[in-house]
């Protein structure tokens, strides 16, 4: 959407809308349900959304740092994706809701069918594969709705928007074929930060 005026809702409302949720203490479900109305209402006018957070790579797809709560209790994230670019399997371990500002991406989940009781193996099945476009959220929410990989299986430059509730600076990696599990640590590309682009 694009108009003269300046956006209703933007970065800043979101940040101080999914922190009022927070100081709730609401639980996990009733996070997600409030976050997602707020993630639909700000990716609805991206304007809010500088140039330098647009910035994408053919090498790898890139994760732009928008905000760091304070107190450690959630991060958002603007991923740019280049057509193919693709995560592997992955988990959180936190709440997490996911929107989109251009075009689309493909969000594939796993369910966990082993006891998890080994740190180093894990048996998944897909559960479903859904096409998550513009208006619409994915949402994770653990222990059993956190597995996922997701995609651009498009033919143009796709930017999502994600909100995980804690800094999420590990993820556990998943080979579905052999079952082993394993740690991964994830950067951003921040210029602030200082930090190097994030691949995987
Ligand atoms: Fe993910």
């Given at each position: 959407m694009?108009t003269?005026?300046?956006?209703?809702f933007?970065l800043?409302?979101?940040?101080r809308?999914?922190g009022?949720?927070?100081?709730?203490?609401?639980?996990?479900?009733?996070?997600?349900?409030?976050?997602s109305?707020?993630?639909?209402?700000?990716c609805?006018?991206?304007r809010?959304?500088?140039?330098?957070?647009?910035v994408?790579?053919?090498?790898?797809y890139?994760?732009?740092?928008?905000?760091r709560d304070?107190?450690?209790?959630?991060i958002?994230?603007?991923l740019v994706?280049?057509?193919?670019?693709?995560?592997?399997?992955h988990?959180h371990s936190?709440?997490g809701?996911?929107?989109l500002i251009?075009?689309?991406?493909?969000?594939?989940?796993y369910?966990?069918?082993?006891?998890?009781k080994?740190?180093?193996y894990?048996?998944l099945?897909q559960s479903r594969g859904?096409?998550v476009g513009?208006?619409?959220?994915a949402?994770?929410?653990p222990p059993f709705?956190?597995?996922?990989r997701?995609?651009n299986t498009?033919n143009?430059?796709?930017?999502?928007?994600?909100?995980y509730?804690?800094?999420?600076?590990?993820?556990?990696?998943?080979?579905?074929v052999?079952?082993?599990?394993s740690p991964m640590r994830i950067?951003?590309?921040?210029?602030e930060?200082?930090?190097?682009p994030?691949?995987?």
């Amino acid at each position: 959407m694009s108009t003269a005026s300046t956006p209703t809702f933007g970065l800043a409302d979101y940040v101080r809308t999914i922190g009022e949720v927070l100081d709730r203490r609401a639980a996990n479900r009733v996070i997600i349900r409030e976050v997602s109305v707020a993630t639909k209402q700000l990716c609805a006018d991206d304007r809010w959304l500088e140039e330098r957070f647009r910035v994408g790579s053919p090498d790898y797809y890139t994760r732009h740092l928008l905000h760091r709560d304070p107190n450690n209790r959630f991060i958002v994230l603007a991923l740019v994706w280049a057509p193919g670019q693709m995560t592997p399997i992955h988990d959180h371990s936190c709440w997490g809701v996911m929107g989109l500002i251009q075009n689309s991406l493909e969000e594939i989940c796993y369910d966990r069918l082993d006891d998890g009781k080994r740190a180093d193996y894990a048996k998944l099945e897909q559960s479903r594969g859904t096409d998550v476009g513009q208006g619409g959220v994915a949402y994770l929410l653990p222990p059993f709705e956190e597995i996922h990989r997701i995609g651009n299986t498009s033919n143009k430059q796709t930017i999502s928007l994600h909100v995980y509730g804690r800094d999420l600076d590990e993820v556990n990696v998943f080979d579905q074929v052999t079952g082993k599990v394993s740690p991964m640590r994830i950067k951003y590309y921040s210029p602030e930060c200082g930090d190097v682009p994030f691949v995987i």
